[in-house]
C-alpha cells in the first residue's frame, strides 16, 4: 500500500504560512473589537479559516456519541481534514483567540467518558486523514529495524493486513482493532502480547505531531523527546499524533489458541505470573491472558462460553470444589508450517507445569490474521441483534498492583453475582519493566515488576433482556472505586472529576504532566472531554507574532 505523503511546509508552503499568519493576525483584530467567546463570533472565525478539508456546523451529532454512550456534549463544529495543515491552521488558531473554543480528536469514539468530545468546541475527525506505508528493511533512521508508518486515523486492522503482505506485523496489540493509531498511542494500548513487548506506546519509534500551539513536530526518543514520551499515553493533552512510525517483527503464519479453567485464585495466579517471567529466556507463550466465568452454562459469560465448540463442555465436567466464579487462561503459540512436527510435544511440556483442571483445557489451530481479529466476528452477530455500539457500555478498566490482586479478587471478584456478567471480565498480569518510565501513561507505583489489568467490558443491556439498571451499574463501579483506594490502583482510560483526582492518578508524574501542558498546550485547548485542565484566555499581543510549522 503506497503512503501518500503530505505536501511539504517549504517554499510555496511557507509563503502560505506567511499568508494564513497575516489571515490570522486580522481575524484577531476582528476578535478584539467584538464579543469573545460568543457563538456567532466563533462561526464566523472558523469559516475565516483557510482549511484544505471540510468545516461543518450542521453535521455534529455524531461527534457528540462515543461507545460508552455516558456523556453526549455536541461540538460547535467538525472539521474533516484533509492534510496535516488543517490540524495545525486550526490548533494555531484556536490558541491565539480569546473565545471558550476547544478541540478534541476523535478517531471512531471509542472512549468511555467523552474523553474525545468539546462541548461547544471544535472535533477534528481524524479518520479523514489516511495513508499506510510498509518498510520491510527499515531504513537508516530506524537502524534497519522494519517498521510501518501510519496516519493517526488509520486503524489498527488496516495496518495489520498492510503488514501482513510483507510477512511481517506490529508486535503488541489491542483485543479490538477497529481502533485508530493514535487513539490508543494516546491511551496505552493493551492486550495479551503486552506482558513480553510492552503495550502499544512502547513499540513506537517516532511521531507526527501537531501541539497545541499548532506546531507541526517530528519527535522521537532521540529528537523532541520530551514531547515524544508526553504524547504517549497523554490522553491527547499535548498534541494530535498525525502520524507514527511502529515496530514491526516477522509474522508467524498460525497459531494455537488454547483455554484452561481453574477454580481456584491462587493456581490461576500462580501460572500467569509464572508464563510471563522472562529470567530464563523467552517466555513459552506468546500471549496471556484470562478472565473470570460464572459457574454456569451460559453461553456468554458462564463457563459454556469457554470451549471453541459449545458442545465440548457440560455441567458433569465442572469440579464439585468451584465456587460461583471460576477462572480462565487464555494462551497462544505462534507456530509456521516448519514447526508442526514437533509443535504437539513443545505445547505439551508448556502446559505440564500448570495447574488448571486437566478436563478443562480446549485448543484450536487457527491462522495468526484471525485470532488478532477474533472480536470481529462477535461484534457483526451483536450488531446485527442490537447489542454493539448501540447500547451503552459502562466500562472500567484497572491496574492492580500484584501485592494487591488476592485482596481485590476477595473483596470484589469474589462478590460478583450473575447479573454483574454481562460483558467480559479480564484479569490478566503484565511486566511493569516493559513501560517505559518516560511515558504519560500512569501504572501502579512501587518496586514490584507484575501488576494486572482487571477490565469489566460491561453492557447495559435493554431492559427486555434483563439486567441491572444503567444507574445501578455506574454505582458499582464507583463502589469498586472505592475499594481500590487503599489497594494503589490505577484507572486505564482513567475517568475523574477534579484536579486532585488527577494528581492522585498521575502520583509522581503530576508535576511533569503539568509542565508538559505548559509547555505544549499553554491555553488548555486540547482535549477538554478529560476533564484535566480548562480553556485559559489568553492576551492578543502574546500571539501577534507568526510561528511558522516545524519539520
Known amino acids: 500500500m503506497e503512503f501518500i505523503k503530505q505536501p511539504g511546509l517549504k517554499g510555496v508552503d511557507g509563503a502560505r504560512n ?25 462561526r464566523i472565525y472558523l469559516k475565516s479559516l483557510p482549511l484544505q478539508g471540510m468545516l461543518s456546523f450542521d453535521n455534529t451529532t455524531a461527534a457528540a456519541k462515543d461507545w460508552g454512550q455516558l ?16 490540524i495545525a491552521t486550526i490548533l494555531q488558531a484556536v490558541a491565539r483567540s480569546e473565545s471558550e473554543l476547544t478541540v478534541a480528536a476523535r478517531g471512531l469514539g471509542h472512549s468511555i467518558n467523552g474523553q474525545a468530545q468539546a462541548h461547544n468546541g471544535i472535533v477534528i475527525e481524524m479518520t479523514a486523514m489516511k495513508g499506510i506505508r510498509v518498510m520491510p528493511l527499515g531504513d537508516l533512521g530506524s537502524l534497519h529495524v522494519p517498521y510501518v508508518e501510519a496516519m493517526g486515523g488509520d486503524l489498527w486492522i488496516d495496518v495489520l493486513k498492510a503488514s501482513l503482505e510483507f510477512g511481517l506485523a506490529p508486535r503488541s496489540w489491542t483485543d479490538y482493532l477497529y481502533l485508530t493509531i493514535g487513539g490508543t498511542l494516546s491511551n496505552a494500548g493493551v492486550s495479551g502480547q503486552a506482558f ?48 507514527a512510525r511502529i515496530v514491526l517483527e516477522k509474522a508467524p503464519q498460525r497459531v494455537r489458541w ?22 530464563s529466556g523467552s517466555p513459552p507463550f506468546d500471549y496471556v491472558e484470562g478472565f473470570v466465568v460464572v459457574n454456569d452454562a451460559n453461553p456468554i459469560n458462564g ?26 487462561l487464555e494462551v497462544t503459540k505462534a507456530y509456521s508450517a516448519a514447526d508442526l512436527h514437533n509443535l504437539d510435544q513443545v505445547v505439551e511440556n508448556m502446559l505440564s507445569r500448570l495447574g488448571f483442571h486437566r478436563g478443562l483445557l480446549f485448543k484450536t489451530d487457527t491462522s495468526y490474521l484471525k485470532f488478532l481479529n477474533r472480536l ?46 454481562s460483558g467480559p471480565i479480564l484479569v490478566y498480569p503484565l511486566n511493569k519493566s516493559k513501560w517505559d518510565r518516560r511515558l504519560s501513561a500512569a501504572v501502579p507505583e512501587g518496586p514490584e515488576e507484575v501488576f494486572y489489568i482487571v477490565a469489566f467490558l460491561r453492557n447495559k443491556l435493554p431492559d ?8 445501578v451499574m455506574l454505582e458499582e463501579n464507583e463502589n469498586i472505586l472505592r475499594i481500590c483506594e487503599p489497594l494503589h490502583c490505577k484507572q486505564y482510560m482513567p475517568h475523574n472529576l477534579d484536579r486532585q483526582q488527577w494528581r492522585h492518578h498521575f502520583g509522581s508524574k503530576w508535576d511533569l ?39
Not at 27 to 41: E, K, M, P, W
Not at 258 to 279: C, G, H, K, N, V
Not at 306 to 324: H, K, L, W
Not at 464 to 471: C, E, F, K, N, V
Open 18 to 42: 506567511i499568508v494564513v499568519a497575516a489571515f490570522v493576525g486580522c481575524i484577531l483584530v476582528f476578535l478584539s473589537q467584538t464579543c469573545y467567546g460568543s457563538a456567532t463570533t466563533d
Open 71 to 86: 456523556r453526549s456534549l455536541k461540538p460547535a463544529a467538525v472539521v474533516y481534514p484533509t492534510a496535516v495543515e488543517d
Open 196 to 243: 513480553r513487548h510492552g503495550p502499544e506506546v512502547s513499540n513506537v519509534l517516532q511521531l507526527e505531531v501537531v501541539t497545541g500551539r499548532g506546531e507541526l513536530v517530528v519527535c522521537s526518543p532521540i529528537s523532541h523527546s520530551d514531547l515524544f514520551f508526553a504524547i504517549l499515553g497523554g490522553l491527547g493533552q499535548f498534541g494530535i499524533i498525525t502520524k
Open 258 to 279: 488454547m483455554r484452561a479453567i481453574y477454580t481456584d485464585f491462587a493456581t490461576f495466579r500462580r501460572d500467569q505470573e509464572l508464563l510471563i517471567r522472562s529470567s
Open 303 to 328: 463457563w459454556g462460553s469457554v470451549p471453541f465448540a459449545p458442545g465440548d463442555i457440560s455441567e458433569a465436567m465442572i469440579p464439585p470444589q468451584a465456587g460461583n466464579i471460576m477462572y480462565c
Open 376 to 421: 470481529h466476528d462477535v461484534e457483526m452477530q451483536l450488531s446485527a441483534k442490537g447489542l454493539w455500539d448501540q447500547i451503552p457500555h459502562p466500562w472500567l478498566n484497572l491496574f492492580v498492583p500484584a501485592a494487591s490482586i488476592n485482596c481485590f479478587d476477595r473483596l470484589v471478584l469474589k462478590q460478583l453475582k450473575t447479573w454483574d456478567f
Open 464 to 471: 427486555t433482556l434483563g439486567g441491572p439498571p444503567l444507574s
Open 513 to 551: 504532566f503539568v509542565h508538559n501542558k505548559q509547555l505544549f498546550d499553554p491555553c488548555g485547548i486540547l482535549s477538554p472531554g478529560q476533564n484535566i485542565f480548562s480553556r485559559r484566555q489568553i492576551s492578543l499581543s502574546n500571539h501577534l507574532e507568526f510561528r511558522g510549522m516545524q519539520e
